[in-house]
C-alpha cells in the first residue's frame, strides 16, 4: 500500500493530508487566513503567503499525528504538493516545505495541479466510483467542465471566457457590502428572497459548453442602481437564480453529448445549496449517477493533492527537486 502526504498552499488555506492508494484519508488539516482577508473584498497574496510561512509546519505536524505517523520519520511513500495555479508567493511557501520535507525524508516529489486535485474530491468520498464521470469545476479562480475517463485522464470541454462563477459571486458580495468570501452569504441570503423580482439575461445560450459570468454581474449591479428599493435578499435570489441555472444547462448539454456513469461538481461553488441540489436532480433525470461532496471536499485541501499525487505515483510521474510553481498552470496542460 502506498501512502502520501499531500500539501495545498495556493490560496488562503494552508492544509497537509495523509492519503493511501485506496483512496482512505488518514488526516486532513486544514487552516485558514481568511479572517484577515474578509474586509477586503478578496485575498490579499502578501497577507497569504505570510501566514502560510508561519502555519506550514504546525499543520504538517497536526496531519502527520493524527494520521498515526512518526513526524520526524514518517512512513510514507511520496511527497505530494500544489505547484500551481495559484498565488505565486502562496504556492512557493508550500513548494519549498515539500522538497525540504522530500529531501529529508528521502522520498518522492509528485507536484500537483490544484485543478487536478479538486477532480479526485469525489473520488475520496466514493472510492468505486464508476467511469467516465462528467465534472463541473467551479471555483473562485475557474469555471469548466471536464471529462474524465478515470483517476487523472480527463480532458477540458468547456470553460469560462471570462470571470469565474466564484469570482462572480465575491464580485456581488462585495458590491452589497457582504465581505469575502461572497459565496456563502450569498447563498443564505437568495434563500430568504424572491427571485422573480428581478429579471436577469442568462448569457451563454448557445450550443458550446462555455461559460460567461462578467456580464451577470454588471447586469446585477446595473438593475440594483436603477432599482434602489430592491431588497438585498431579493437581488441574491435573482442573481443565484441566473448563476445556477447557466451552470446547469450547460452541465445538461455535455450529457447530452457524452455518456457517462456520474456526473460530479467540484470546488468552492459546489458548495452552494441551489447548486447542488439542481445537479442531483439533473442526474436523475439522465439516469447516472450524482456526485455531490461534503463541503469539507468542495472547498480547498490537501486530502485531494494527495489522491492526485497518488496517481502520479502509479504511474511513475515523478517530480523534479529542481521544480518552480506556476500561478497559471492550466488543467488543459496536465496529461
Ligand atoms: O475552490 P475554492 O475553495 O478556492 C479556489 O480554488 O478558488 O473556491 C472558493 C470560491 C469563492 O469564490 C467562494 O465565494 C465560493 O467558492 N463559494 C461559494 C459557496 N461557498 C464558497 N459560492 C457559492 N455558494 C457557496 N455556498
Ligand atoms: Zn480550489
New binding site residues.
Given amino acids: 500500500m502506498s501512502v502520501v502526504l499531500g500539501i495545498e498552499t ?2 488562503d488555506e494552508t492544509a497537509a493530508a495523509v492519503v493511501d492508494d485506496r483512496w482512505r484519508v488518514h488526516s486532513s488539516v486544514v487552516e485558514s487566513s481568511i479572517d484577515q482577508h474578509h474586509h477586503f473584498g478578496g485575498v490579499v497574496p502578501e497577507l497569504a503567503g505570510r501566514a502560510h510561512v508561519t502555519t506550514i509546519v504546525p499543520v504538517v505536524r497536526a496531519a502527520l499525528e493524527s494520521a498515526g505517523l512518526d513526524v520526524g520519520h514518517p512512513a510514507i511513500d511520496a511527497v505530494a504538493v500544489t505547484a500551481g495555479p495559484g498565488l505565486i508567493g502562496s504556492l512557493l511557501v508550500g513548494l519549498a516545505a515539500a522538497k525540504a520535507y522530500a529531501l529529508s525524508w528521502d522520498v518522492p516529489l509528485l507536484t500537483v495541479n ?1 485543478l487536478e486535485g ?1 477532480l479526485f474530491a469525489p473520488l475520496l468520498e466514493t472510492p468505486d466510483l464508476a467511469w467516465p464521470v462528467l465534472t463541473l469545476l467551479v ?3 475557474h469555471t469548466m467542465l471536464v471529462y474524465q475517463r478515470g483517476p487523472g485522464v480527463h480532458e477540458v470541454i468547456g470553460e469560462t471566457i471570462d470571470d469565474a462563477a ?2 462572480a ?2 464580485k456581488v458580495a462585495r458590491w452589497l457590502g457582504l465581505g469575502y ?4 452569504p ?2 443564505r441570503l437568495a434563500g430568504a428572497g424572491d427571485a422573480s423580482s428581478l429579471v436577469l439575461p442568462v448569457s451563454m445560450t448557445g450550443e458550446d459548453l462555455d461559460f460567461s459570468f462578467s456580464g451577470l454581474k454588471s447586469a446585477v449591479v446595473r438593475a440594483g442602481e436603477k432599482r434602489p428599493d430592491l431588497a438585498h435578499a431579493d437581488i441574491a435570489a435573482a442573481f443565484q437564480r441566473a448563476a445556477v441555472e447557466q451552470l446547469t444547462r450547460k452541465l445538461r448539454r455535455a450529457l447530452e453529448r457524452y455518456d457517462v456513469a456520474g456526473v460530479a461538481i467540484a ?3 459546489a ?3 441551489a447548486l447542488r441540489a439542481a445537479v442531483i436532480d439533473l442526474a436523475t433525470e439522465f439516469g447516472v449517477v450524482a456526485h455531490v461532496p461534503s463541503l469539507a471536499m468542495c ?2 485541501n490537501a486530502a485531494m493533492i494527495a489522491a492526485a499525487g497518488l496517481s502520479h505515483l502509479t504511474r511513475g510521474s515523478l517530480g523534479r527537486l529542481d521544480a518552480s510553481a506556476d500561478p497559471n498552470w492550466s488543467l488543459a496542460d496536465v496529461s
Avoid: F, K, M, R
Avoid at 181 to 184: A, M, R
Fill in positions: 495556493s490560496c490544484h479538486h471555483s473562485g479562480g466564484g469570482e459571486y465575491d468570501p461572497g459565496g456563502p450569498i447563498d470546488g468552492g461553488v458548495a452552494n445549496s472547498t480547498d
